[in-house]
């Protein structure tokens, strides 16, 4: 073998990976070129300092407050399921077309609440569209923003429980008719997601979904500033 | 010849020759598959550090990168302990689940892959390695950040981890001479930004 060839072998040689056939000659060649003698032991140090990189390094405290966040709404979505909660879709191949629809027309029906109510008060601010927000790429960071969204919808609820009063009866029915489907939007991806979590379809449809219920309380929360 | 991280390791009904150690991790982790939470946190404490460390080696340093993708390994490894059967260890099954988890994650967000590392990105991984106690691993740790995708793969699961060209090659989808010529890339690489 020539002594390029055999270069090309030198990786395998300093693994052991080398037949015995093929190791003899290129252990002949190294013993007789100071090259590849000098890149040989240049291998073995490289082999040797990755040998010796710690295997075990502590990850961030927080992050198994994440993780079992994340597990625990799991047992959640899946127990609800099991029992027989009230889920408008089955699962199954038009699952997915279906929530996507609900998708379309819970963006129109928050829209129809909000400029219902708005024509009466021509003043109040529109809040930005957190629709416009993006996706998280993966299912940790959509289960660290799930934290956030969670929050936020329980000081919007508590918001709009104490606003109650102030909003015109039909359109407290509306808004609660169409959080009820969003809930149930939300708790059939979320069961869905919890049985496929590499499904980057539902983690977009979840998170579009959460971010269509905050729009949606949001705008009827400030519908109450301008009464 | 290089020992296989994925090693056969049988997990089987034949409780009364397993050690006790052996025996407590099989009843944790049927615990976990049973939907105890608590269990589940045993088993994250025993495997996190080790997988923590290979996340932050496949993404380079970057210790946010690592501690989402190492999240979203333990969320998926819990949705799917029912398919852990025992036919390999549990910690080679979170090693492959790390694996495919960061590939699957790349393929939807390429341009991440793409992104400069920061120069602070190792950080973490030079003090891992200053706390043991060498410290040229310093250096080691951030010449292996520096490295392309494709060579600090092959580099990290080969070299560090400890798989054979023939398992890495199946998880990342390529020949068996794509890893090689990887691998010979990666560690020419590291020769020449650590020894000149």
Known sequence: MTHEVIRHLLDDYVTGELTEDARAPVADHIAACAICAAEVESLNRIIARAAELPKSIDPPAEAWANIRAAVERDKEAIAR?????TLRFRRGPYALAAAAALLVVLSSAGTAVYMNARSADAGTPIASNPANAATPAS????????????????????????QESLLAPETVAQLKASLRTIDEAILEARTALARDPANKMLIE???????QKMDLMRRTAELTRGT | MKTSAVVSDSIGP????????????????????????????????????????LCLRLKGGDSTDATELMQDVFIR???????????SAFSSWLHRLTVNTMLENARGDQRRIARVLPMDDTSRLAGAARSSGIDLKMDMEDAIASLPKGARLAFVLHDVEGYQHQEIAEQLSV????????????RRLLRERLER
């Open chain 1, 81 to 85: 399921q099991d029992t027989g909660a």
């Open chain 1, 139 to 162: 299912l940790a960071a959509f289960t660290v923003e799930e934290n956030t969204y969670l929050r936020n919808v329980a000081v919007l609820q508590d918001l709009l429980d104490q």
């Open chain 1, 205 to 211: 449809m979840l998170s579009g979904t959460y971010r």
């Open chain 2, 14 to 53: 034949n409780l009364s020759t397993m050690g006790e150690e052996k025996a407590a991790a099989l009843d944790c982790i049927q615990r976990a598959q049973a939907g105890d939470v608590d269990a589940f946190e045993l088993l994250y404490r025993e495997h996190a550090g080790r997988i923590y460390a």
């Open chain 2, 77 to 87: 490894a819990w949705r799917r302990l029912s398919t852990f059967r025992g036919e």
């Open chain 2, 175 to 186: 020949s068996v001479g794509t890893v090689k010529a990887q691998l010979h890339r990666a």
